[in-house]
């Protein structure tokens, strides 16, 4: 007898629900859990990403959406219907794949309408054409797909997909072949396109950029459960775990002892300094915990110099390494108790940049820090991995 997982609570009723919802989603090959008891609600029309290393099990959830994979337990309800064990074709779902997975032996147009074809559409030539106008393609509709570069075979899979409505596209680490700048304008135009057409984009990835770029909500997903959940600036801003606060960008990760709690403010002991964290972006239980803050929140100035930023002034630094980046300058900075900090500074000009050898002082404001549990490890997720999981 099947057994119904109780819904966490924020999480819609499954079966009038118009996104998708995935209930107690689990997979595990053999004794290996690659997805563990997966609630997750994605909202109709929005733009999803899913965020995680190699096997963290974000690629493994999209193939059991697709019907590629089944699950081991657990469902998947696609706007009020269960597809958990329906066929792939038998899904209003499309994928599109990293490699596009094109037919060379037709042209573009033609591959755009080999759906509709299938499906003895109508109009198929007024819809192709509309969808090739979308992803700015009209002009090279008579071209095979070996006559295009890799962005524009990436737009014909996606206008291939996009043709048949799917009520979900998935998206398995669409960009992954292409190069930086590419890719960069690939994000704003798979946002465009996502925006116009109104349709529920899933996206996997392991860059966390492209994650943030793109996506109006982002899971970051490790060892097969989802670390934390929001809008990208929240993930960044206010991580609730080491590994979402390393992941996502870099962070400087510093023991302290929590000294004091008010109703907004907690102050921890620092090897010898008090500094102030908001308290709710205080995420330790106990009376020990990582005083994080992300390094271009950190300002770097002269010995004794008075900073702009109240409450957190720690003295007796030491650069360490100091890399220019153009827009900016990226420094170590040895601290008294030992730790190197990082710093990532503007080149504005008010500032000169420092050298090797040079003593500083450093300063945050207390409205930028987090304070996460001291019982996670202070280096998970600094690994970033890339390939698929």
């Given at each position: 007898m099947s057994q119904v997982a109780e819904v966490p609570?924020?999480?819609?009723?499954?079966?009038?629900?118009d996104g998708l919802a995935l209930r107690a989603l689990t997979k595990h090959f053999g004794s290996f859990y690659a997805v563990r008891e997966l609630d997750l609600d994605v909202p109709r029309g929005s733009f999803f990403a899913l965020l995680g290393p190699s096997g963290c099990g974000k690629t493994t959830t999209l193939r059991m959406v697709a019907g590629l994979e089944t699950p081991s337990?657990?469902?998947?309800?696609?706007?009020?219907?269960?597809?958990?064990?329906?066929?792939?074709?038998?899904r209003p779902v499309n994928t599109v794949f990293q490699n596009y997975a094109l037919f060379p032996h037709l042209d573009i147009f033609e591959n755009v309408a080999f759906g509709l074809r299938r499906r003895k559409k109508k109009n198929v030539d007024d819809e192709v054409r509309a969808m090739l106008d979308l992803v700015e393609l009209g002009t090279q509709a008579r071209k095979k797909p070996a006559q295009l570069s890799g962005g524009q075979q990436q737009r014909v899979a996606l206008a291939r997909a996009l043709i048949n409505r799917p009520e979900v596209l998935l998206l398995d680490e669409p960009l992954g072949a292409l190069d930086l700048k590419l890719r960069r304008s690939m994000q704003i135009e798979i946002k465009r396109i996502q925006v116009e057409v109104g349709l529920t984009f899933i996206h996997v990835t392991h860059d966390q950029e492209e994650a943030m770029t793109m996506a109006d909500t982002v899971a970051v997903m490790n060892a097969g459960v989802i670390e934390q959940m929001g809008a990208p600036a929240e993930l960044y801003e206010n991580p609730r775990s080491t590994f979402v606060?390393?992941?996502?960008?870099?962070?400087?990760?510093?023991?302290?002892?929590?000294?004091?709690?008010?109703?907004?403010?907690?102050?921890?002991?620092?090897?010898?300094i008090d500094v102030s964290i908001a308290a709710d972006r205080a995420h330790a239980n106990g009376d020990r915990g990582w005083i994080g803050i992300r390094p271009e929140k950190v300002l770097i100035g002269e010995e004794g110099e008075a900073l702009d930023a109240p409450g957190n002034t720690i003295p007796g630094g030491v650069v360490t390494d100091v890399s220019f980046?153009?827009?900016?300058?990226?420094?170590?900075?040895q601290m008294p108790w030992g730790q190197e900090l990082q710093v990532f500074s503007q080149n504005t000009g008010r500032v000169r940049i420092f050298r090797v050898g040079d003593k500083v002082e450093l300063s945050w404001r207390p409205e930028y820090a987090f304070l996460l549990d001291a019982s996670q490890d202070a280096t998970a997720g600094a690994q970033r991995m890339d390939a698929d999981g």
């Open positions: 609570s924020g999480l819609a009723d499954a079966a009038s629900y337990s657990g469902s998947i309800v696609l706007a009020g219907s269960d597809i958990t064990y329906a066929k792939p074709y038998q606060a390393n992941f996502l960008g870099q962070s400087n990760l510093i023991e302290g002892t929590v000294k004091s709690r008010a109703a907004d403010l907690v102050t921890v002991g620092m090897h010898g980046n153009g827009v900016s300058t990226q420094y170590l900075v």
